[in-house]
């Protein structure tokens, strides 16, 4: 008589369905971190698109005023993203430049916003342009030969 045994022991079964549990978490924990990154992603195009709109916004207010817009400086953007409100904000200052010209201003943009438990900044230094500048009267001429 032959003592066949049909069947997995315990031993095999728990092996079998540790490696399975293994695999699904690792799985599942990539998932997660790719969700993550994409949020991230699509936080980071966006706010590249408002820093590029409040540039062209300050660029358009120095050509019809010749002046910095002070109200733009520390402006709240609330956005929803992935069903999540992102509060964009905006700190405009002066940039630093070592010659006067007339009619350049360099200005420093920068752009934070809350991710996780740490804020993330986008910063871009320009130059805003006034064509229409024209120098006092009192000015030294540039036209010496």
Request: proline fraction near 3%; glycine fraction near 6%.
């Amino acid at each position: 008589m032959i003592n066949a045994k049909k069947g997995y022991t315990f031993l095999e079964l728990m092996v079998t369905v540790s490696v399975l549990s293994i695999g699904i978490v690792g799985i599942y924990k990539t998932l997660l971190v790719s969700l993550d990154y994409q949020r991230q992603l699509s936080c980071r195009l966006y706010a590249s698109g408002l820093l590029e709109h409040e540039i062209a916004v300050l660029q358009n207010q120095f050509q019809a005023t010749g002046e910095l817009a002070a109200e733009e400086n520390g402006k709240v953007v609330d956005v929803v993203l992935d069903r999540r409100t992102v509060a964009f904000q905006f700190s405009i200052g002066p940039g630093t430049f070592e010659n006067n010209i007339l009619g350049l201003l360099p200005v420093t943009v920068l752009l934070s916003w809350p991710d996780n438990n740490r804020t993330i900044n986008l910063k871009r230094d320009i130059y805003l342009v006034n064509l229409n500048a024209r120098p006092a009267a009192d000015a030294p001429s540039s036209d010496r030969l």
